[in-house]
């Protein structure tokens, strides 16, 4: 799994770069030096792969940890337990309130710094009462490069991101996912309900729901990709490159119309530049 590259023009021996399985070694000794961990477990591709990883190195002495919330689909956190349960890990499930947190709802930029404050006490309550040495999130190599508030909160609190650590990629954890035969290896990339806000738009359990419905009505129809991203009456959608085919040959946009309207949006817009990542980001 070696990745080779010319100097170009240079003729020289090929560079090559940290194979896969070094980066892998390396996470499994950060993850060995701890003793004991508790895994903050969302369920996505990251975070299922920490945890096996934990898992295999640490035995018994690592538990998960997934916080059941407004903003967190049911699907996703019966996903979590599901895959844990598979894991034989101890896994426990705790109940964030972020739209109780004083500004959370209306949406600041630093909307994702509150949560997850909010999230790692809570966390780090569990851990000093378990004696358990460390607290491990599963941010990763790219996640640097991205507008993330949450993780301000995470080094406040000496929260370790040892897939980070190890310099591993996001498509190198779907490589290893994948050696590991994790389901989640292909498992489309996931952030919190209130991602699908604008910055500034009031957040409420009503619109989160509304959300929820909306984007389930979307995975139940087979598609994976996609976002729905909520301005007040307006739902846009950010579809993948196969759920753009899949509506262009489906002849189901009447029906998502209609049901998209059935719980309280007037306007259906599809957005021509398809799911991106911290769309919201951009304005």
């Known amino acids: 799994m070696t990745e080779c590259g010319k100097i170009a023009g240079s003729g020289k021996t090929p560079l090559v770069r940290p194979s896969f ?3 892998y070694a390396h996470l499994k000794r950060i993850i060995s030096r701890a003793g004991s961990a508790v895994v903050a477990f969302s ?3 990251d975070s299922a792969f920490l945890l096996k ?3 295999d190195v640490l035995k018994k002495n690592v538990l998960a940890v997934t916080a059941k919330s407004e903003t967190l689909p049911v699907r996703e956190l019966e996903a979590a337990r599901d895959l844990a349960e598979k894991m034989m890990a101890e896994h426990i499930v705790i109940v964030t309130e972020e739209l109780k947190l004083p500004g959370f709802s209306d949406n600041p930029p630093n909307r994702c710094y509150m949560c997850k404050t909010e999230l790692f006490s809570k966390v780090k309550r569990i851990a000093e009462k378990r004696n358990i040495n460390r607290i491990f999130d599963g941010c990763n190599a790219d996640d640097k490069s991205d507008f993330r508030p949450g993780r301000i909160a995470a080094r406040e609190m000496g929260i370790r991101s040892p897939l ?8 190198e954890i779907r490589s290893l996912s994948k050696m590991l035969n994790l389901p989640t290896w ?4 996931f ?3 209130s991602s699908r ?3 500034h738009s009031k957040i409420t359990i009503e619109t989160l729901r509304q959300v929820e419905n909306a984007e389930n009505y979307l995975w139940n129809l087979g598609m994976r990709v996609f ?3 909520h301005h007040d009456t307006m739902a846009r959608l950010e579809l993948g490159k196969k759920e753009m085919q899949f509506l262009r040959e489906s002849g189901l946009r009447n029906q998502i119309v209609q049901y998209f309207k059935s719980i309280g949006y007037k306007y259906i817009a599809l957005d021509l530049e398809g799911y991106r990542t911290g769309s919201m980001n951009e304005t």
Do not use: H, N
């Not at 980070?164 to 498509?171: F, Q, S």
């Not at 292909?186 to 990339?189: E, F, I, Q």
């Open 21 to 23: 399985q070094t980066k």
């Open 43 to 45: 369920g996505g591709v």
């Open 53 to 55: 990883v934990c898992r």
């Open 164 to 171: 980070e650590e190890a310099g591993l990629t996001k498509a």
């Open 186 to 189: 292909d498992k489309p990339s």
């Open 191 to 193: 952030a919190c309900l």
């Open 197 to 199: 806000f604008p910055y």
């Open 227 to 229: 976002r729905v991203r």
